[in-house]
């Protein structure tokens, strides 16, 4: 059975550097019509399904821990504007993680970054670390709980191979470190055989940032609405033929806050027991361009305003024959505008759902005005802890409970609105917590008989390159309806400051 494929329209006018934008429907259409008379003769000439696996690309995890820099890394092996190889490293440093000391008018942060490189091309030759050390310095008087990242970028010199790179950052000013680990590929243009880079995916808030900057993680807010694939092919010979396709595809992915602990269990068919259905999606654009340049060429690809959800841009490179040669793809997710912080009236409004009737949430949500949705907020707040200041800190506490399930159980939907997110945005983080492959338990007391003090959690499907997410799912109970009234009471009148479970 051969796969079908779609043309659109998008004409190369430049080989060695083009750019696609998606354009509004009118005119789609019209390019649309037009490729359709100048490569229907291709279109008959396309054949075989996929032999080549794909190669999934996800981005760095938060991988967060109270107390340490956060980290999130991204490395892509990519050819320079001289035809240069090496390694592409951005490493996001969030700024409220590290430690600072006042000089002067400015909060200053001394952080190290060692680099080191493996080439795993059966060798495994580890080369001299690389020590980078930074100043990080800031005038605001928040920038020990400024969640904005402080981006370092770095180009090393390499030649075509595998490698596995690892980056350590160390707060000098409290000794702690965090090391992260990502492997890349650099494709040897000089071989017979083309191939494809990785796909570097690049973001900027066009209201606000001017340059297009990586994106280390699955994961991208909200108001980041420009987006830009890049990547590169490799061809030795300049009469080979190559075909490129690609294509953006929406997922039908579970975006709904978690049920009560007593609420119905999922059923095995749902979106929330699925999470991501990876055989229903929707094609957001599909493209398609022939090459006939030896050397390597680079490609860009321009979307602006995608929707919130679960994606993945796919590239296949076929040769003149119709054999597919190499297939890459980055998954990514559109979420909250300002996640994993929350900042906007809605973002604040959103995770009340834990603490609300169903009524009285839908009253506040259905509020379309900021102005009037804040006071709303601060209404609920004050009408159930009479006393302001005790009221300040389970607000504070509350949302910076918010804010941490989205770093620890962030998925394909924000981590908040997961079971395990859920669970510790009311109770807290478990005193401990047993796993396997596919079970969790926490337990909030030492004794792990006590039905109301013990959760368990299932994993419904294993994880795959395609479904990489750790999808825990609470087991329900009618029983925890108790438990669960008193831990919203708790938070209500403010003695969740004193008790927890």
Not at 270 to 280: R, T
Not at 326 to 332: L, P, V, Y
Not at 335 to 349: D, F, G, N, Q, V
Not at 481 to 490: A, G
């Amino acid at each position: 059975m051969c796969k079908k494929f779609t043309y659109t329209k998008d004409i190369l006018k430049d080989v060695t550097l083009e750019t696609v934008y998606v354009f509004s429907k009118k005119f789609e259409d019209m390019y649309n019509n037009i490729l359709t008379l100048l490569l229907v003769g291709i279109l008959i000439l396309l054949g075989c399904s996929s032999t080549q696996s794909l190669d999934v690309s996800h981005g760095s995890s938060y991988g967060y821990q109270p107390g340490y820099p956060e980290v999130r890394f991204f490395v892509l092996g990519l050819f320079d504007e001289n035809g240069n190889p090496g390694i592409n490293i951005s490493a996001d440093i969030v700024y409220g993680s590290l430690v600072y000391k006042k000089i002067e008018d400015e909060f200053q942060a001394q952080v190290s970054l060692e680099l080191k490189f493996i080439d795993k091309g059966g060798s495994s030759r580890v080369t001299a670390p690389k020590v980078i050390n930074k100043t990080i310095s800031s005038k605001r008087d928040d920038i020990s709980t400024n969640q904005d990242i402080y981006t370092f970028s770095h180009r090393e010199a390499k030649q075509p191979g595998e490698y596995e790179v690892w980056l350590t950052v160390t707060d000098l000013g409290s000794g702690k470190q965090t090391t992260r680990k990502m492997n890349t590929f650099i494709p040897d243009p000089t071989t017979s055989k083309p191939s494809l880079t990785g796909i570097n995916l690049l973001g900027k808030d066009l209201e606000g940032e001017q340059e297009f900057s990586t994106i280390s993680t699955y994961d991208l807010p909200g108001k980041i609405d420009s987006i830009r694939f890049v990547f590169q092919v490799t061809n030795s010979e300049s009469n080979k033929q190559l075909l490129v396709k690609t294509r953006l595809i929406k997922f039908n992915s579970d975006t709904e806050p978690a049920r009560p602990l007593s609420g119905f269990a999922y059923a095995n068919s749902s979106i929330q027991n699925k999470g991501v259905d990876l055989d229903k999606f929707e094609v957001i654009s599909e493209n398609s361009r022939i090459l006939n340049q030896n050397g390597y060429v680079l490609i860009k690809y321009h979307f602006v305003d995608l929707a919130r959800g679960a994606y993945q841009f796919e590239v296949d490179l076929y040769d003149e024959n119709k054999e597919e040669l190499s297939r890459k793809s980055r998954h990514f997710s559109i979420k909250s505008k300002h996640y994993p912080s929350i900042k906007t009236p809605r973002e604040l409004a959103q995770p009340l759902i834990y603490l609300m009737s169903s009524k009285k949430y839908k009253e506040m949500m259905s509020i379309n005005s900021d102005d009037s949705l804040k006071a709303a907020i601060d209404r609920f707040w004050l009408s159930n802890i009479k006393n302001s200041r005790i009221a300040k800190d389970v607000i504070s506490l509350y949302y910076e409970r918010v804010e941490e399930a989205n770093k620890q159980f962030t998925n394909f939907k924000e981590g908040w609105k997961t079971d395990p997110g859920m669970m510790y945005i009311l109770f807290g983080a478990p005193w401990y917590i047993d796993s396997t492959l596919n079970t969790m338990k926490w337990s909030y007391s030492y004794n792990s008989q006590d039905f109301f003090e013990n959760f368990f959690f299932t994993k419904p499907r294993n994880s795959t390159k395609n479904f990489s997410f750790n999808h825990f799912l609470l087991v329900r109970d009618q029983r925890y309806f108790n438990i669960e009234y008193q831990q919203r009471e708790s938070w209500l009148n403010g003695t969740i400051l004193r008790d927890n479970l």
